[in-house]
T-cell receptor
Framework: DAKTTQPNSMESNEEEPVHLPCNHS???????IHWYRQLPSQGPEYVIH???SNVNNRMASLAIAEDRKSSTLILHRATLRDAAVYYC????????????FGPGTSLSVIP | DTGVSQDPRHKITKRGQNVTFRCDPI?????LYWYRQTLGQGPEFLTY????????KSRLLSDRFSAERPKGSFSTLEIQRTEQGDSAMYLC???????????FGEGSWLTVV
């Protein structure tokens, strides 16, 4: 079971930072944490992934807790185009490429 | 455009009819996945292929559903004797084996009336 837990929804004001939390308390030492997002009427798109260290890319940052039981996706300045459902995923090593999605966090961005 | 391509994007069909969706993955991606998504839910895994071999099928994939990837390139997902409960978006995705990122298509919306 590749279970992760996320809040159902969050709100943010435009141009402010957003911190999207995810709990994955049963994660093993070799499981990566992946984040995808899904804009309305589109397929999911990759955002970022990491193992132990914090990661940055042009879309977001990923902060991983020292015990790896939780992580936070950080959008540094939310824009209206960031309104989407964000999925935190922990692909299981035994089913490496079988990505299982939960309901995710629906992010609303307020102008 | 070199992304994952799905066709048709929208399909309305009468209950009991058969429908087929096609997916063209990113060139040289040897893994291909099918997911189903209903409103308000995350995508549900249906099946995946490595090259032409179908490696895993979800219990969601009833005997009315069949997926093929005959030459290890494009894939088709056929639904026979459609039911209203089959109404959903069908997502295709592809990846390179053992790489981290999965790339999704825009999805094919199915409405069964």
């Amino acid at each position: 079971d590749a279970k992760t837990t996320q809040p159902n929804s969050m709100e943010s004001n435009e141009e402010e930072p957003v911190h999207l939390p995810c709990n994955h308390s049963t994660i093993s030492g070799t499981d990566y944490i992946h984040w995808y997002r899904q804009l309305p009427s589109q397929g999911p798109e990759y955002v970022i992934h990491g193992l132990t260290s914090n990661v940055n890319n042009r879309m977001a940052s990923l902060a991983i807790a020292e015990d790896r039981k939780s992580s936070t996706l950080i959008l540094h300045r939310a824009t209206l185009r960031d309104a989407a459902v964000y999925y935190c995923i922990r692909p299981m090593k035994t089913s490496y490429d079988k990505v299982i999605f939960g309901p995710g966090t629906s992010l609303s961005v307020i102008p | 455009d070199t992304g994952v391509s799905q066709d048709p994007r929208h399909k309305i069909t009468k209950r009991g009819q058969n429908v087929t969706f096609r997916c063209d993955p990113i060139s040289e991606h040897n893994r291909l996945y099918w997911y189903r998504q209903t409103l308000g839910q995350g995508p549900e895994f249906l099946t995946y292929f490595q090259n032409e071999a179908q490696l895993e099928k979800s219990r969601l994939l009833s005997d009315r559903f069949s997926a093929e990837r005959p030459k290890g390139s494009f894939s088709t997902l056929e639904i026979q004797r459609t039911e209203q409960g089959d109404s959903a978006m069908y997502l295709c995705a592809s990846s390179i084996q053992m790489r981290d990122t999965i790339y999704f298509g825009e999805g094919s919306w199915l409405t069964v009336v």
